[in-house]
């Protein structure tokens, strides 16, 4: 007979697993399937009503709808369209502004909230795309893969890392991390994903225009921008390069990213940059529906047991193993597909101290298998749920389920391939 903790434990497990299958083959849109999980949570008991509709109202949703509200601003007064021309200029074709926005995204996501970064590049691209006739499909996806690598390049770019600095030290083992320590392998993976989306990826990205439903349907449309005034151009622009540095010196300023980002749209649409109508317009409300929903998937784990049940076969399994390299590559075989429907840093918490359990058993030296958890962790561009700025892009890009899985599992076999070599080679095992 299975304890009401263990039927709880399954139950979660079993809705997962659903989930996974609806979002696969998409019998239903993604965010029905994404709300039917949280609303299913709530039904069985694993989260309280509160915990499953909270992040509907969380500073990430703020961030998401401002900065698309601030995007909006950029185009609609012509500030995209310079941008837009400065970016192909640049770029001999669509496979290198790829190649382009890659490294750009990652670079502003070191230093600036995923979220953030890629809310703002997003809005930015769909301006572009409307001005330039380049395909949304072929841009959104490499934003967020961008924002993925990009924010490993200091170790406060993303919540985990100074979570792990924080372990590390706490062993009292004379070790610590520094601010650039995920940068070597961090840039590794951003520049080979770049490379891989502009050559061979570039060919799994879906290739379609998206001007269906009323998300845009002029975009394939050269657009006028001849009565619009100068300074409403000037004042978009100087609004979102604000937000910019204000989100990049949010603890000096005092004032968190969401508050930044609102302050930004309000701006914006009381300038007249654009009205009310085309604000609420360009809110990208499927992602963030998707986003949210998806949030309790780690509470509902823990609170039911099912997060010990995997963290414990996890245990059973590496606690077997002798050899250190076939260890990480248990790691990454274990968690990356996790964290594609978990959050990042939820599954980071997870498995950190099974690691370390793991690794001195073994011998292997802690700094390793933490970096290993952190980027077997943070491979998450396979899923539109496994991060905010995943889910962000299937409204603009016009993706479906499978569009991540055929662009996302080559690039990450390809990037955690690449870890465990530069893990192996760089950090003491022994």
Not at 255 to 273: D, E, K, N
């Amino acid at each position: 007979m299975l304890a009401g903790s263990e039927f709880l434990a399954i139950a979660v497990i079993l809705i997962i697993l659903v989930a996974l299958v609806l979002f696969i083959t998409e019998w239903l849109p993604l965010p029905v399937t994404a709300m039917g999980v949280a609303v299913s949570f709530y039904l069985i008991g694993a989260v309280d009503a509160s915990t499953a509709l909270k992040s509907f109202s969380s500073s990430t949703a703020m961030i998401i709808a401002a900065m698309a509200i601030i995007g909006e601003s950029v185009f609609k007064t012509g500030g995209a369209e310079q941008i837009g021309q400065l970016l192909t200029k640049a770029s001999k074709n669509e496979r290198h502004l790829v190649f382009v926005v890659v490294l750009f995204s990652g670079i502003m996501s070191g230093f600036l909230s995923n979220t953030g970064a890629a809310a703002l590049l997003i809005a930015l691209i769909l301006g572009m795309c409307a001005t330039t006739g380049m395909k949304r499909s072929k841009l959104m996806y490499p934003v967020i893969v961008g924002c993925c690598f990009g924010g490993g390049i200091t170790i406060v770019g993303t919540t985990s890392g100074p979570y792990l600095k924080e372990t590390l030290e706490g062993l009292n083992i004379g070790q610590t991390m520094s601010f650039f320590e995920f940068a070597p392998l961090s840039l590794i993976c951003l520049v080979s994903s770049a490379i891989w989306l502009a050559t061979v990826g570039y060919n799994l990205l879906p290739d379609h225009p998206y001007n269906e439903d009323n998300f845009d349907g002029n975009s394939n449309q050269k657009k006028d921008y001849s009565d619009v005034p100068k300074w409403k151009r000037v004042l978009s622009l100087c609004l979102m390069v604000g937000t910019f540095l204000g989100m990049i010196f949010e603890k000096q300023i005092g004032v968190p990213l969401h508050f930044i980002a609102i302050i930004g749209a309000m701006i914006a649409v009381g300038s007249r940059c654009l009205t009310v109508k085309e604000a609420a317009h360009s809110i990208p409300i499927s992602g963030i529906i998707i986003y949210a929903a998806m949030v309790p998937v780690a509470t509902a784990m823990t609170n039911s047991g099912a997060a010990d049940l995997i963290a414990n076969g996890a245990l059973k399994v590496l606690g077997s193993i002798n050899s250190p390299v076939l260890i990480l590559c248990l790691i990454f075989l274990i968690i990356t597909p996790l964290t594609n429907f978990m959050s990042n840093a939820a599954t980071i918490i997870l498995f950190t101290p099974i690691a370390l359990v793991v690794a001195e058993s073994l011998g292997i030296g802690p700094k390793a298998i933490l970096i290993a958890v952190r980027f077997a962790a943070s491979i998450a561009v396979v899923t539109p749920v496994a991060m905010p700025a995943n889910s962000m892009a299937v409204e603009p890009g016009g993706y479906r389920f499978m569009d991540y899985v055929k662009s996302g599992l080559p690039l990450t076999v390809i990037c955690a391939i690449e870890s465990i070599i530069y893990i192996a080679l760089f950090y003491p095992l022994g």
